[in-house]
């Protein structure tokens, strides 16, 4: 079974501090995408990286792929109460349209 | 381009009830998946269509059903309904059929089962 193992799981920081999240699977995955989601709503697509060691930046968002393509990283920078939200890793493999999802990271940024 | 859309978007049903939802995809997209989100068990895959017909299932009994029409649009349909399968059910479709397996979610269906 292909689990992916998000953490932290929660995380409460004050505007303007810069933090990071991280998605660990011991299994490897061609393609890891990130996702955002707010409450009621479903998950909006942020990124997809596919090449072992590929960093992706989305203005204050930056994404890494691992060498190994096994894991994956969000860091955010000077985070804004708009970055609020819980924040999903989706690993995909091959052409299968199947995606396994990490538990999410609830993330809360306070004014 | 519009979005993909499900309906209806809430759902109150009683036990043994049964249910089925729908999704419409982004025009032009093919490939329909479903998962269900629970705060316990997250996102999980249910099953996805591609050309009318089921390509990968999720391990999900045999009271959730799906199928797609030549349009795209995609129904599942939930049997016998227990208080467990209160959730929300979210559609994605996929524009391609390839390696990057992008998908794009729909704003998804709360069931609640009393």
């Known amino acids: 079974t292909q689990l992916l193992e998000q953490s932290p799981q929660f995380l409460s920081i004050q505007e303007g501090e810069n933090l990071t999240v991280y998605c660990n699977s011991s299994?490897?995955?061609?393609?890891l995408q990130w996702y955002r989601q707010e409450p009621g709503e479903g998950p909006v697509l942020l990124v997809t990286?596919?090449?072992?060691?590929e960093v992706k930046k989305l203005k204050r968002l930056t994404f890494q792929f691992g060498d190994a393509r096994k894991d994956s990283s969000l860091h955010i920078t000077a985070a804004q109460p708009g970055d609020t939200g819980l924040y999903l890793c989706?690993?995909?493999?091959?052409?299968?349209?199947?995606?396994?999802f990490g538990q999410g990271t609830r993330l809360t940024i306070n004014p | 381009k519009a979005g993909v859309t499900q309906t209806p978007r809430y759902l109150i049903k009683t036990r043994g009830q049964q249910v089925t939802l729908s999704c419409s995809p982004i025009?032009?997209?093919?490939?329909v998946s479903w998962y269900q989100q629970t705060p316990g068990q997250g996102l999980q895959f249910l099953f996805e269509?591609?050309?009318?017909?089921?390509?990968n299932k999720g391990n999900f009994p045999g009271r959730f059903s799906g199928r797609q029409f030549s349009n795209s649009r995609s129904e599942m349909n939930v049997s016998t309904l227990e208080l467990g399968d209160s959730a929300l059910y979210l559609c994605?479709?996929?524009?391609?059929?390839?390696?990057?397996?992008?998908?794009?979610f729909g704003p998804g269906t709360r069931l609640t089962v009393l």
């Open positions: 299994s490897v995955f061609s393609s």
């Open positions: 989706a690993g995909g493999q091959g052409g299968a349209q199947k995606l396994v």
């Open positions: 025009s032009g997209h093919r490939s």
């Open positions: 269509y591609f050309s009318e017909t089921q390509r």
């Open positions: 994605a479709s996929s524009p391609v059929t390839g390696f990057y397996n992008e998908q794009f």
């Open positions: 990286v596919v090449t072992g060691g």
